[in-house]
């Protein structure tokens, strides 16, 4: 090592795959071993702290100054199935990104804050399938769900003060409906969450109570599911999906038809019992919720004249959008499955749908 202006020029560390002996205080060293650098206090090798490492540092009092954009503390996040699942430490905190809440560990559990830098009374409950959960004033005010199929909550009514709140997780694919004491709607849920306050005391019916901050936990994840078709026969390779994109519904895929009806429209039940939001829609002109091409089932060719539109038809029932055709004035054009279509072809669509559930609140 060469000395330049007394300076050292390409100074190195002593390495080594184990802790120097004999040893001076100060002496510092790079082990090879761990690939951290070590420097002797006099009693105990200590262990450098690098940027981007990871290690576990104890003893800390971190002061991180005035907060900026390189003055943050940012918490470790993962979904909070991936959370649950670690060894629980008393006292960490970290974010559950399918929830976007906070979470403390209370060394039993994770407990999600509240505003106010408080932490709220939670239950994450088990599996539940099909079934109705009545909720009283005892239990907490915050509900996670874990559905395996559809489920129904009936508010409290009795013991509920003005502005009492309940906040909903609803992370599944299955629909949460949500009912005031007397049994009345009032929302149901999909893949999100939302907060209940009551507006009055003794909370009785659906507008006893308002819905906030309602936000969308399942978006952008596609998922299958098997339409009801009617008017089209028995329906073979089915491969339809559908996800939720803010208030809208998105569906794609494709289905062979059978031997088509001759007193039915063709028509394609909609996931989870969804409704289309007929605010957003026409009942008799062209609204765009889609469209369709037939593929003719003796080439790889489009048939001539056999593209349509997925449109809302009052008579058929908001859970179903028809195949039609649409006229020079642009009116549907509806009839019944053996007029619109050919036996055993194959139907390609893409679809976006405003939803009822999902509007926007």
């Given amino acids: 090592m060469a000395k330049i202006y007394g300076l050292l020029e390409k100074a190195q560390l002593e390495s080594a795959a184990a802790d120097l002996t004999p040893v001076a205080t100060g002496l510092v060293y790079f082990n090879t071993g761990t690939s951290f650098s070590k420097i002797y206090n006099g009693s105990v090798w200590k262990t450098f702290v690098e940027t981007d490492s990871a290690q576990v540092l104890t003893n800390k009092d971190i002061d991180g100054g005035t907060a900026s954009n390189t003055r943050r503390i940012t918490v470790p996040k993962n979904t909070l199935a991936n959370l649950t699942a670690l060894t629980r430490k008393e006292g960490t905190f970290a974010y559950a990104t399918d929830e976007t809440l906070p979470y403390y560990d209370n060394g039993s559990a994770l407990v999600p804050f509240a505003g106010g830098g408080g932490s709220i009374a939670v239950n994450i409950r088990g599996s539940e399938g099909a079934g109705t959960t009545t909720l009283t004033v005892a239990n907490s005010a915050y509900q996670r769900f874990n559905l395996s199929a559809n489920r129904t909550v009936v508010l409290p009514s009795a013991g509920v ?35 209940l306050v009551a507006k009055i005391a003794a909370p009785v019916t659906f507008s006893d109570w308002d819905v906030l901050e309602k936000s969308v936990l399942l978006a952008r994840t596609w998922a299958t599911y098997t339409p009801t078709f009617s008017g089209m026969g028995t329906v073979t390779d089915i491969n339809v999906r559908y996800t939720r994109v803010g208030s809208s ?43 369709f091409a037939q593929l003719a089932n ?21 859970d179903v959008v028809s195949l039609t055709t649409i006229t020079t004035s642009f009116l549907y054009s509806g009839g019944v499955a053996n007029t619109l279509l050919s036996g055993g072809s194959t139907i390609t669509f893409r679809s976006e749908i405003p939803i009822a559930e999902w509007s926007e609140v």
């Fill in 161 to 195: 003060t003005v502005g009492a709140v309940y906040q909903m997780i609803n992370p599944n694919a299955f629909r949460l409906t949500i009912q005031a004491d007397d049994l009345t709607l009032i929302v149901k849920s999909w893949g999100d969450s939302f907060t």
């Fill in 249 to 291: 519904l998105h569906i794609q895929g494709n289905f062979t038809v059978g031997t088509l009806s001759a007193a039915n429209n063709p028509t394609m039940s909609l996931p989870l019992g969804l409704n289309i939001d007929t605010v957003l829609v026409f009942a008799s002109r062209t609204s765009n919720l889609g469209s």
């Fill in 298 to 318: 003796t080439a790889s060719l489009y048939a001539a004249g056999l593209y349509g539109d997925l449109t809302y038809k009052s008579d058929e029932g908001t």
